[in-house]
């Protein structure tokens, strides 16, 4: 059974800095990963998507990298504003299994102080 | 574009009352599913369906029904609720196995 876990489960930085974002997953047959944002009461954002024949993506401020051999990845912020706080959380698609649903992490709680 | 609509956003019930949560999405997507999220457990797959007339268990579907008999609707039931159905519930769908999954506003239930 697939197994995601991010580290760290929060994290707290002033605004400006760079951060990085840890997921690591237990069965590296996978589809895809994908980066999503949740903010307090709400639903899931789509972040980033990267194939499992991918090794990185971007959009903005947020590179996305995937190492699927060592079963990890990370979601890179550069220049981190209030605005970036949320919960991150990391999902893959496996390719086994009956259920073609994605694997969640529970969660990184990001807090950017202004 | 609307995207992935849940209906409703909020609602309690009494334990042994049933009710119906509906998902609807437009971008014509074949895959759809329900997960619910408690404190601590993260998002688990409740059911899933991977086109119109079609629906599978996923990791935890005791107590839960679904049916798909648009492809754009799931619909999520629950027929004799419980306390432990207590959490927020999320639709998502994509369009096919290697796409972006797209996720809706969530359904908080709770059951008293």
């Known amino acids: 059974k697939q197994e995601v876990t991010q580290i760290p489960a929060a994290l707290s930085v002033p605004e400006g800095e760079n951060l990085v974002l840890n997921c690591s997953f237990t069965d590296s047959a996978i589809y895809n990963l994908q980066w999503f944002r949740q903010d307090p009461g709400k639903g899931l954002t789509s972040l980033l998507l990267i194939q499992s024949s991918q090794r990185e993506q971007t959009s903005g401020r947020l590179n996305a990298s995937l190492d699927k051999s060592s079963g990890r990845s990370t979601l890179y912020i550069a220049a981190s504003q209030p605005g970036d706080s949320a919960t991150y959380l990391c999902?893959?698609?496996?390719w086994g299994g009956g259920a073609d649903g994605l694997t969640f992490g529970k969660g990184t709680h990001l807090i950017i102080q202004p | 574009n609307a995207g992935v609509t849940q209906t409703p956003k909020f609602r309690v019930l009494k334990t042994g009352q049933s009710m119906t949560l509906l998902c609807a999405q437009d971008?014509?997507?074949?895959?759809m599913y329900w997960y619910r999220q408690d404190p601590g457990m993260g998002l688990r797959l409740i059911h899933y369906s991977v086109g119109e007339g079609t629906t599978a268990k996923g990791e935890v579907p005791d107590g839960y029904n679904v049916s798909r008999l648009k492809k754009q609707n799931f619909l999520l039931g629950l027929e004799s609720a419980a306390p432990s159905q207590t959490s927020v519930y999320f639709c998502?769908?994509?369009?096919?196995?290697?796409?972006?999954?797209?996720f809706g506003q969530g359904t908080r239930l709770t059951v008293v």
């Open positions: 998502a769908s994509r369009f096919i196995m290697n796409t972006e999954a797209f």
């Open positions: 999902a893959v698609l496996g």
């Open positions: 971008m014509n997507h074949e895959y």
